[in-house]
């Protein structure tokens, strides 16, 4: 067998390890989520520094993670560790992207909150995606399920509650968007989580090279620039 022949082969029918696809991948990523501002620049980058093109496809709600389990794109952007519990085609690439704090926020300066256990005597409201706020919240009386982060501060906003668990970057981005003028007091970080970014199970080969990809952005202070342009708080 020639060699070009050889070469010929191996691209057309494909080994371990090299992938035959083009140089585009599409990665799925909800259509509301202010954290998808800083992990979609990230994951984008860490892409292209393995010679790819990302091309993001938006869904609605949790479709975005159920097609990517699927198979129907070629990863989901940003999540939490535990949905490989219930989405076990999914394979994480081990270096974060970012990290994601729970905080709780009230406009009553009377209210002074330590941990979980100390929201209990407020009326409390969360996004109803949250599912580890509502596993932390479950023996919570008078904890109410929103539709998202913005809610939950138009809910405190206009005193229909007296504390909203949110993601921290998500609140300050929308006070900045919506003009949320009304003085909020953030309290004590409750707890704080990476967050990274999944390939499917066909695309497997990829987490090593995606892995090192990051790892050299957080050496080279990549993900520190993102975040700093991401995240910066207006004074």
């Given amino acids: 067998m020639t060699r070009s022949i050889a070469v010929f082969l191996i691209v057309l029918l494909g080994v371990p390890g090299i992938c035959v696809a ?29 010679g790819l093109n990302v091309e993001f496809v938006h869904f609605a709600g949790n479709r975005s993670i159920v097609e990517a389990n699927a198979g129907k794109t070629d990863g989901e952007v940003s999540r939490l560790r535990f949905v490989l519990n219930k989405f076990t085609n999914l394979r ?19 209210i002074e909150i330590s941990d979980w256990k100390s929201l209990s005597p ?14 932390r919240l479950k023996s919570h009386n008078d904890a109410h399920k929103v539709s998202n982060t913005l809610e939950a501060l138009e809910r405190l906003l206009n005193n229909q509650a007296k504390v909203a668990v949110v993601n ?21 970080l409750l707890e704080s989580h990476p967050i990274y970014t999944f390939v499917h199970k066909k695309n497997e080969h990829l987490v090593p090279r995606l892995t090192r990809a990051l790892e050299e ?7 520190e620039r993102i975040w700093l342009e991401k995240c910066a708080r207006p004074r």
């Fill in 168 to 188: 921290r970057y998500e609140a300050d981005r929308l006070m900045v968007v919506f003009q949320l003028r009304n003085p909020l007091i953030e309290t004590t």
């Fill in 217 to 223: 952005m957080t050496r080279d202070g990549t993900l």
């Fill in 22 to 50: 083009d140089d585009n991948v599409t990665i799925a990523a909800r259509a509301v989520s202010p954290l998808n501002a800083i992990t979609k620049p990230v994951v984008e980058e860490a892409y292209r520094r393995i």
């Fill in 92 to 110: 994480i690439v081990p270096a974060p992207l970012f990290s994601s704090e729970l905080v709780a926020i009230t406009n009553d300066p009377r």
């Fill in 122 to 135: 407020y009326k409390t409201v969360a996004p109803e995606s949250f599912r580890l706020v509502w596993n």
